[in-house]
């Protein structure tokens, strides 16, 4: 009977039911509570392929429960996430972290099992509002700020999504999220709304403005969710768009040259993490059944690598108190484990053969090659190269080995050390038994990554890249860590549209001012001519003061525009 | 102060050690590409040795990049506080 029921409900729903009461359960019992509901949601997943759950809205027909072979290694990789978050957050006390981390993965997980777009949207913005919380617990004036942006940004593309579906809907009549042609304004709205959470160029600002405010477990937490919930979405609505492949290598190389010169690790990890988003955007605009299928396992692998690498720098900050490259170094003796760990992230997100990064990675350059796009190739082959150099090297170099910062410190908390433990097994799992791991995608392939001549060439580029790395070092070419803000797009928002805005503000201002003066002026002879009317003997004792007559007066005027319109 | 020097000499003489091992597989893959066959998933990638070439001048030109990118983009730490 209970099994039936969890099979009804959408993946994730459970999730944020418990989360909405797990601020009662005590510390370690909250934990366990967080695991049982993880289980459970991953439970609706045996419900397989089809819609399972459909209900009426005031006329329209929302599909809230729909798997298929595309969301079910999204949401398979999303419970894993959500469960290795629950260890790595465990030493956390505040119940802010759990709470909003459980929401949010559910949440996201739901919006996955959305079948069309009006539930999209509200699984959509409630990933952006369960959040940002993760950003504000910080605590910090910094933090909060930067939680304002990122929630204006998500909640924005939420509204983009809204509207794009209102008119996809008056212009088909139906609201299925299914593959759509770039063309209309409708589908236009849809695909900015993806492309703002997706990071693309020039939208990707609130993603290393954010993530890197949030809290320890925080950032770690964010880090698996939101984008990839946008590149499920891409892969279901425009598989196959050419455009994505110019905007995918956009967005590989340019958060290269901004991860090398950045000081804050978790900054740094925030641009790599929009580099390898740009490999997903490229295979889906290639849209073939292998590209399809890269994206995806690079979209699956990428959770958990990506998670890994931010645990491992959440874990120096957490020790530390700082993850500024500038005042890092030498952390490979007080933090031995947390140091290996690192290194198993940083050579899984390089590619490095035996190592998931390599399986997925793989997919999607066969797929490019086998079109025939030699640019975009080169293009994704030097930001390969520019992966490992700034995620590969720069993040575990600086950390732990680099120039001695003199600190001290102890090992990671437990929970930590299982969290990255358990990335750490799935990593060279799926990196050493690719065939295992190819099952689960969308597209039954035969496909071998382990081909002597690929493996050769890989670990030419591999560690031709370390060496350059090494040679710039040692003759002091590499440019030093600086403390420094390095501008990013987001720089647009909150500096160039103030400069701009602030003008046409006082100019809206001042004509308001100017307009409530002249009120003001005139404000005797409307008072008296409604005295007049109050004291009139046709109205009577029981009439209402002035302020009430005022408000019945606007709202017949707005009554009479309205029908006026109408008419 | 003799503690830290004596670290930081640990460290360099870990990146000696480091750089040696690199080189040394360097060389055997150097090797290996004339012993296996190797192609790339496009024509160019069949040139010999066109990977680890490509591999290390797109890492000096991102190194490159970056300096120069440091010239236009880079502020100090605090300028964001006043917002």
Redesign the interface.
């Known amino acids: 009977m209970m099994s039936d029921l969890l099979t009804m409900l959408p993946p994730g729903a459970l999730m944020m039911l418990v989360a909405a009461g797990l601020v009662l359960v005590p510390h370690h019992a909250r934990q366990l509570v967080m695991l049982l509901a993880i289980a459970g949601s991953a439970f609706s997943l045996t419900a397989g392929a089809g819609q399972h759950l459909t209900i009426e809205l005031l006329g329209f027909e929302m599909m809230l429960y729909r798997a298929d072979h595309l969301s079910l290694p999204f949401a398979i990789v999303f419970h894993i996430a959500a469960a290795l978050n629950v260890f790595y957050g465990w030493h956390e006390r505040r119940a802010t972290d759990h709470v909003a981390g459980l929401a949010y993965a559910g949440a996201a997980i739901a919006a996955l099992h959305a079948g069309d777009l009006i539930t999209l949207f509200i699984w959509w913005e409630a990933t952006a509002i369960t959040s940002v919380f993760l950003i504000l617990a910080s605590g910090t004036q910094r933090a909060r700020h930067a939680a304002m942006r990122y929630l204006i940004v998500q909640v924005a593309s939420g509204v983009l999504l809204l509207a794009g579906a209102a008119m996809l809907y008056s212009e088909s009549g139906s609201l299925a999220f299914a593959g759509m042609t770039l063309g209309s304004a409708a589908t236009w709205l849809i695909f900015i709304a993806f492309g703002i959470k997706a990071a693309f160029p020039l939208l990707n600002g609130w993603l290393q403005d954010a993530y890197p405010e949030a809290t320890v477990v925080g950032t770690v937490v964010l880090s698996a969710f939101t984008t990839k919930l946008a590149i499920y979405a891409l892969a279901r609505g425009f598989a196959g768009t050419e455009l994505l492949i110019v905007i995918g290598c956009l967005m590989t190389a340019f958060p290269v040259f901004f991860a090398v010169i950045e000081n804050d690790m978790r900054r740094v990890l925030a641009y790599s993490l929009n580099n390898q988003l740009g490999f997903m955007v490229v295979a889906i605009g290639i849209g073939t059944e292998l590209a399809i299928n890269g994206a995806v396992a690079h979209a699956f692998a990428h959770i958990i690598y990506k998670g890994l690498l931010f645990m491992s720098m959440g874990a120096v900050l957490y020790r530390v108190g700082t993850v500024k490259a500038s005042e890092l170094g030498g952390l490979y003796k007080s933090m031995p484990l947390t140091m290996v760990f690192c290194i198993v992230g940083a050579m899984s997100i390089s590619a490095f053969p035996l190592f998931s990064g390599f399986a997925a990675k793989s997919l999607i350059m066969s797929a490019l090659g086998y079109k025939g796009l030699v640019a975009a190739y080169l293009v994704l082959l030097a930001a390969s190269a520019g992966v490992l150099h700034h995620s590969g090297i720069k993040i575990p170099y600086f950390a732990f080995f680099g120039h001695d910062g003199g600190h001290k410190v102890k090992e990671a908390p437990f929970g930590m050390l299982v969290a990255m433990a358990g990335a750490s097994v799935l990593c060279i799992g799926i990196g050493s038994f690719p065939g295992l791991f190819y099952q689960i995608l969308p597209y039954s392939i035969d496909y071998n990554p382990y081909d002597a001549s690929h493996v050769l060439g890989q670990m030419e580029l591999l560690i031709f890249s370390i060496l350059a790395f090494t040679f710039l070092m040692r003759f002091g070419f590499y440019p030093p860590e600086l403390k420094s803000t390095v501008l990013n797009t987001d720089w647009l928002y909150r500096r160039v549209a103030v400069w701009l805005g602030r003008p046409v503000l006082w100019a809206i201002m001042a004509v308001w001012t100017s307009f409530t003066c002249a009120v003001a002026g005139y404000r005797d002879a409307i008072w008296q001519a409604i005295e007049r009317l109050v004291h009139s003997p046709l109205t009577g004792p029981t009439v209402p003061g002035r302020a009430v007559m005022v408000q019945t007066l606007v709202l017949v005027v707005i009554l009479a525009i309205g029908y006026l319109v109408a008419a | 102060m003799s503690a ?1 020097s004596e ?2 000499q640990k ?1 360099a003489r ?2 000696m050690w ?2 040696r091992v ?2 040394a ?2 060389a055997v ?1 150097v090797v ?2 004339f012993i ?7 024509a ?2 069949d040139l010999p ?1 066109f ?13 490159v ?3 120069f ?2 010239k236009i ?9 006043d ?1």
């Open positions: 830290n670290e930081a460290l870990m990146g480091a750089t690199l080189l597989i360097g893959l290996l590409e296996i066959h190797r192609h790339g998933e496009i160019l990638e040795l990977p680890a070439v490509y591999a290390f001048f797109i890492c000096i030109f991102i190194v990049g970056g300096i990118l440091r983009a880079m502020k100090p730490e605090d300028y964001y506080d917002e």
